[in-house]
T-cell receptor
Framework: GAGVSQSPRYKVAKRGQDVALRCDPI?????LFWYQQALGQGPEFLTY????????KSGLPSDRFFAERPEGSVSTLKIQRTQQEDSAVYLC?????????????FGPGTRLTVT | DAKTTQPPSMDCAEGRAANLPCNHS???????VYWYRQIHSQGPQYIIH???NNETNEMASLIITEDRKSSTLILPHATLRDTAVYYC?????????????FGKGTLLTVNP
């Protein structure tokens, strides 16, 4: 069956541009997560949705980062006025249940390069 | 504030068992041990998890010591496709512990 998909797979943005990264979770999955992975590091938590509700956004590094999941399925991570330190792989994951009870399924990520 | 400690890298010969250790000496009673792996240019992939009993699935076996302060992930017959970074994570099912806190993991290189 279809897994988690993300688009675009690669994005190059000039410093100061806004970007939008899309995540299509596995159908029926209640929970959706965004992680940021810098080069050579493990993924770091950004934000968590349970259906359309954003229950935790404690990992978002600044108010330039905004995420939404308006209908409880597709999610978009938006970064405004991108800066070089935003260069990273952005990973989306979904999970069947509303807690960490079940494993998380990850997409392939979007590699963002800010020049 | 890392909850787990793993060696940065390991090597294994193709066809042999790969044994990846993880120390989690501060694990609490309601925390599970999860293992994920990340093949180059892909997202992390769930492998297995356990609480206190040993677990086995089609991918791997997880051996947890009786005091639960350490565990070992075993890939019984490693292949070249098992070359990846392996992450050991402790997390509970309760409260706000839904997020996965990754460390740097162990880079396992399977050699022909």
């Amino acid at each position: 069956g279809a897994g988690v998909s993300q688009s675009p797979r690669y994005k190059v943005a000039k410093r100061g541009q806004d970007v939008a990264l899309r995540c299509d979770p596995i159908s029926g999955h209640v929970s959706l997560f965004w992680y940021q992975q810098a080069l050579g590091q493990g993924p770091e938590f950004l934000t968590y949705f349970q259906n359309e509700a954003q229950l935790d956004k404690s990992g978002l590094p600044s108010d330039r980062f905004f995420a939404e999941r308006p209908e409880g399925s597709v999610s978009t991570l938006k970064i405004q006025r991108t800066q070089q330190e935003d260069s990273a792989v952005y990973l989306c994951a979904s999970s069947l249940a509303e807690t960490g009870r079940h494993e998380q399924y990850f997409g392939p990520g979007t590699r963002l390069t800010v020049t | 504030d890392a909850k787990t400690t793993q060696p940065p890298s390991m090597d294994c010969a193709e066809g042999r068992a790969a044994n990846l250790p993880c120390n989690h000496s501060t694990i609490s009673g309601n925390e599970y041990v999860y293992w994920y792996r990340q093949i180059h240019s892909q997202g992390p992939q769930y492998i297995i998890h356990g609480l206190k009993n040993n677990e086995t699935n089609e991918m791997a076996s997880l051996i947890i010591t009786e005091d639960r302060k350490s565990s070992t992930l075993i890939l019984p017959h490693a292949t070249l496709r098992d070359t990846a970074v392996y992450y050991c994570i402790v997390s509970s099912f309760w409260g706000s512990n839904y997020k996965l806190t990754f460390g740097k993991g162990t880079l396992l290189t399977v050699n022909p």
